[in-house]
């Protein structure tokens, strides 16, 4: 009998007695052996516990824990056994690092290998890994305000975490002000936003949910979403691109590290002298447009991007009313959640009225790629455009949450339209009739609380009065890309 078998029999209630007295003797001899029976007896505790009272939040089931019944004089001696080999154990390790940084990311308070104790930490700014005592990979966004409890527990006051949590550092928990999320082996993220409900959301495996105040434990596995509210909760959509998966950061370092923001602002810079500039909006400014959206972090470490989580948020804009525009350009960063959504509205201008020839909306379809419809333009017949308005023809999000750079550019003298991702040409389409772009009232983000809502991050949005060429887009994808 090896020793997973030993401990498992004796957990279970079936080890006799001679058995009990051969495990504790390894027990008390071997420390890879008591930190195994330790991790062991942790996980079979925290399961029993989050078994009781479990609901499934789909089927609205509830399901008893079956546990095999044990002698009383063995359940005595396994608790006493349990107590002695991890009081020994805690008492030994009390004083090992909860977690260490694997790296930084614009943060002067992390560097890369500092260990993480028992202490309250701000961060206004940046981004940072930490791999915790048993191997969970725990990204941590500013702004955020957040303390390890010990290497299974992280308290998370405001901010966002996105764990990746190996077999090791199964049980690992993030706190909240409004309940907690209980891994059960899984990749999930926590989203504390500065107002408003605490979320959790599973993309791969198992999380056990639970609203403080009396809310019930609910189980959530792959693509499921929940809010955490005082004494209940509630299912809510997955926001896929919400977190900065583990995967992403070393990308993101290198891109910094190289003085990619540099370029950025310089690109920025040049663009704003630029004479048919109609609106750059990189969102830094304190004074934003009026709307219904959080703040949040932008591509660079302290910068600031708006983000649209709930149905009817939205940003207003009204530039480029004056007159019609025969050449436009629109192009922005987007990080987007995946939805069932028909529409992601990225630009809507007010109303779609027959008498406003030329009003312009900026989309992404349910199928992951852009749309620029202008209102009373036609196709040209035989068109291979489906709906009658003008696609691309490659998906803008990707699977994984990830910043991309979208761009599209019209010209109604050519009667052309043309779309670009990350820099890159995707797709032409011809124009039967094609009038000059109108703009005006107009509003980034939901527009008609319906079938028109954007989920995720946007970034350095620009309406320009002339086309863009090929070579202009890439370098300007270039210059702000936030990956290397």
Known sequence: MNLDERIHRYMDGLATAEEVQQLQNILLTQPEARRLFADLANLDAA????????????????AKPQRTAIPHFWLAAAAALTLLITGTWWWQSNGAAHATVA?????????QGMQIHNAAYEMEAGTVEFITARGAKVVIEAPASFQFENGQRLWLKRGRVAADVPPSAKGFTVITPTGQAVDLGTQFGVDVPQQGQAEIHVFKGEVIAQ???????????????????????AAREIRSAAFIQPDEMPALQAALTSGQRSRSDAAMAALRQDP????????ENSKLPPGTFRMTQGRWPGSRAPEFVNVGDHMKLDAGGDHTWPQLTLAAWVRLDR??????????????????????HWIIKKDATMRLALKRNTLLPGSSEKDGFPDSATPVLPEKGRWVHVAVTYDAEAKLIRFYLNGRFDKECLQATAH?????????????????????????LILLGRTMTDDEIRALFDAGNPYL
């Open 47 to 62: 399961l029993a516990e989050q078994a009781t009272g479990w609901e499934s939040p789909v089927q609205g089931k509830s």
């Open 103 to 111: 790296r930084g990311i614009g943060s002067s308070t992390f560097s």
């Open 211 to 233: 609203s403080f105040k009396g809310g019930k434990r609910q189980s959530l596995k792959d693509g499921q979403a929940y809010s955490l509210q005082s004494g209940a909760g």
């Open 276 to 283: 048919t500039l109609i609106a750059l909006l990189d969102f």
């Open 339 to 360: 939805l069932e959504a028909l529409y992601q509205s990225l630009y809507h201008t007010d109303g779609w009225d027959d008498d406003k020839r030329g009003q312009v």
């Open 436 to 460: 000059p772009a109108l703009l005006g009232p107009a509003q980034i983000g939901n527009w008609d609380s319906q079938d028109r809502k954007l989920s995720g991050r946007v970034d350095e």
